[in-house]
Structures are given as C-alpha cells and as structure tokens.
C-alpha cells in the first residue's frame, strides 16, 4: 500500500470507501479485536504518509471499544484522502 493507494484513481473505490464496504459485510461486535487490527493498520498508514503525527496521535485520551479505534483512524483517513484527492466519489461505490 503506497501513498497513492489512498484514491481508487477513477477506476477502484478510495481505500476509505474499499475498507468501509468490507466492514459493512460483517457483523461484529463492537469489541471484536477486528475493529482494532482495522484501525492500527490505517494509522500505521497514517503515519508512514504523513496522515497523522505522533504528537497529534499522542494527544487521543484513548478509546472504549476496539470499533472506537477503527473508526477514529477511518475518519482521519477519509480527512487526508479528501485533502490530497478532492473528488466525487462515484454513487455505486459509496456505502
């Protein structure tokens, strides 16, 4: 996954999109350790590519459910994929 894996480029959904259609397949409990695998992955993305800083990481009091850390992460993720490739996603791609 590189920098530009973050946008479909008009021909695959956006990472965000990609990752919120798989999720939305499943249903898991809030707690399932899933939800955090999900979301340390995209932070680890987010601060590889310059998403996220530590210091600005450092700063979250901490979450309450591994679904709380997804979506966290998943928020930041659609912020930088929104800055570095404004575009509309198509309809029939988004959840």
């Known amino acids: 996954m590189g920098e530009d894996s973050i946008s ?3 021909t695959h959904p956006d990472m965000d ?3 919120e259609n798989l999720v939305a397949k499943m249903d898991l409990h809030e707690m399932d ?3 955090g695998y999900l979301g340390v992955a ?12 530590i210091e600005e ?5 901490g979450f309450g459910s591994y679904k709380e ?3 966290f992460y998943m928020e930041k993720l659609k912020t930088v994929r929104q800055e570095r490739y404004p ?3 198509k309809p029939d ?3």
Do not use: A
């Open 8 to 10: 479909g480029g008009g």
């Open 17 to 19: 999109v990609r990752i």
């Open 33 to 35: 350790p899933l939800w």
């Open 42 to 53: 995209v932070k680890l993305w987010l601060l590889v590519f310059g998403g996220l800083s």
């Open 57 to 61: 990481d450092m700063q979250h009091p």
């Open 69 to 71: 850390i997804y979506s």
């Open 87 to 89: 575009k509309i996603v």
């Open 93 to 95: 791609w988004d959840i």
